[in-house]
């Protein structure tokens, strides 16, 4: 899920006035102020982007999470961070889900309840089911969401990346356009693998994750939310890429060794690829540089 919480964010980053379209319509008289993170300095309560908002001149804040799967039990956590943020802030917060991937749930929760004979406490928040808006995506209206098409339907189809780059080679700001492509291929990695999109993506696509910062946004957010298993294999996967652009096909001793680092390893060697410059300086770092402690 943290490739899909990586991309999602760059979207609300690049084009948050998009995100307030589909939340109030595009009649909307509510104004972007600004983009922010979350100042809560508990991890757990951080929430992934915080948009600033004017109301008839007062400022409000919404708070803009992620769920790839419906899962009730993480409200409680969500409803944590927009009151949390409210308190310290002081100022009203509102909570937005943007549901990504449609499958095959029935429901997709906005409110929860506890109660206790006739007293109850209750939560709700607003909800952006993605898929619902396919077509307008399709036809280039929200283009923004392209990176988000293969997970709408139940068949994953690797033809969909086809797809998606014809819709990307529309946007005409290269900034915006690097940041989407670089969006769109975080989540391909982690929907049909690093062997398809590296067939279907050019090195110079490729290399819009290096340029757009991905690599180093990727390791800021494993600090704050820990390294879990798959969050370190999509990881792995995005160096790999860019060390085939810089040097080649690597061979199956080195891509053996990249794949036994483990996730403080594979941290420093993130922060060591610019350095880098040849296989065999790879070669040294993995038997020397490695096993060394190095400070950020």
């Known amino acids: 899920m943290q490739e899909f919480d990586h991309a999602i964010k760059t979207v609300v980053t690049l084009k948050p006035n998009t995100v307030l379209d589909l939340a109030f319509g595009k009649q909307r008289t509510i104004k972007l102020k600004g983009v922010t993170d979350t100042q809560i300095n508990i991890p757990e309560l951080r929430a992934d982007k915080v948009l600033l908002i004017e109301d008839r001149g007062k400022i409000r804040y919404l708070i803009c999470e992620a769920m790839l799967q419906p899962r009730r039990g993480k409200l409680l956590g969500f409803a944590l961070k927009t009151f949390g943020n409210q308190y310290l802030l002081k ?81 005409s700001d290269p900034k915006l356009r690097e940041g989407l492509t670089a969006a769109t291929i975080l989540v391909d990695i982690k929907v049909f693998g690093m062997e398809i999109v590296e067939a279907e993506f050019t090195k110079k696509e490729l290399n819009m994750l290096k340029k757009t910062g991905f690599v180093q946004g990727w390791l800021n957010d494993s600090e704050i939310k820990g390294r879990r298993e798959g969050w370190q294999e999509g990881k792995l996967s995005v160096v790999e890429i860019i060390l085939k652009q810089k040097f080649g096909a690597l061979s199956p001793r080195l891509r053996g060794q990249l794949q036994k680092l483990d996730g403080k390893k594979l941290d420093r060697l993130t922060l060591k690829l610019e350095q880098i410059a040849n296989q065999r300086e790879l070669q040294a770092w993995l038997k020397n540089g490695a096993s060394r402690h190095t400070s950020h």
């Not at 939560?123 to 280039?140: D, M, N, P, V, Y």
């Open 91 to 171: 100022k009203p917060s509102l909570l937005l889900i943007i549901y990504l991937e449609k499958g095959r749930y029935a429901s997709f929760p906005d409110s929860f309840e506890n109660r206790v004979g006739d007293l109850s406490t209750q939560f709700a928040c607003s909800k952006i089911l993605l898929w619902e808006h396919e077509a307008r995506i399709l036809s280039g209206e929200l283009v923004e969401f392209t990176a988000f098409l293969p997970l709408f339907h139940k068949r994953r189809d690797p033809r969909t990346i086809k797809v998606q780059k014809k819709l990307l080679a529309q946007v």
